[in-house]
């Protein structure tokens, strides 16, 4: 089955830029959406479509993909910023996966 | 406002029933796909299912299909995860999103546990 790959845990200090990779075979030919997650709460959407940022997420958040990588950059990081975060995408089999996630700390 | 609220989550024991609902507000719910998501205890997201606009399309994670059916009711706003032989590794948070492709609303989740 398909699979998302996303690093377990990245770690900055504030004002730096947190880089979050998931990689997946189809992502070439697939958008890839990133949500965030804090402890508690259910998910919110800060990147669709590879790069697109939804209406009322800071623009320190960006997304890029080139070929079977794709990118969430936190740029300028900030304290509130640490959460889990879950790459999404499809394989175009009718099916969904996530990453397994990456815990960003940011101290 | 956008809203989606879920429920009909609790204790269940192993091979147990249950549905849950998401009752959707603040939107055309007849125009969108819609998907369960799940979280088991300190684990990440898994997509569960999702259904077409009319209902004639439905799909499932492996681990589901043939257990759990996912439904809509247009009329009344609703979506519907029935859960039948439920297994200890089914315990999560499920939540209902609203799906565009991406999943831009979600409701707060409702608790499913399994257990004898």
């Known amino acids: 089955s398909y699979a998302l790959t996303q690093p377990p845990s990245v770690s900055v200090s504030p004002g730096q830029s947190a880089r979050i990779t998931c990689s997946g075979d189809?992502?070439?030919?697939?958008?890839v959406h990133w949500y965030q997650q804090k402890s508690g709460q259910a998910p919110v959407l800060v990147i669709f479509?590879?790069?697109k940022r939804p209406s009322g997420i800071p623009e320190r958040f960006s997304g890029s993909s080139s070929g079977t990588v794709a990118t969430l950059t936190v740029s300028g990081a900030q304290v509130e910023d640490e959460a889990d975060y879950f790459c999404y995408s499809t394989d175009n089999s009718n099916t969904w996966v996530f990453g397994g996630g990456t815990t960003v700390t940011v101290l | 406002e956008m809203q989606l609220v879920e429920s009909g989550g609790g204790l269940v024991q192993p091979g147990g029933s249950l549905r849950l609902s998401c009752a959707a507000s603040g939107f055309t719910f007849g125009r969108y796909w819609m998907t369960w998501v799940r979280q088991a205890p300190g684990k990440g997201l898994e997509w569960v299912a999702n259904?077409?606009?009319?209902?004639?399309?439905?799909y499932y994670v492996d681990s589901v299909e043939g257990r759990f059916t996912i439904s809509r009711d247009n009329a009344k706003n609703s979506l519907y995860l029935q859960m039948n032989s439920l297994r200890a590794e089914d315990t999560a948070v499920y939540y209902c999103?609203?799906?565009?492709?991406?999943?831009?609303?979600w409701g707060k989740g409702t608790t499913v546990a399994v257990a004898s």
């Open positions: 259904i077409k606009q009319d209902g004639s399309e439905k």
């Open positions: 189809a992502l070439p030919k697939k958008y």
């Open positions: 479509e590879d790069n």
């Open positions: 999103a609203r799906d565009r492709g991406d999943m831009d609303v």
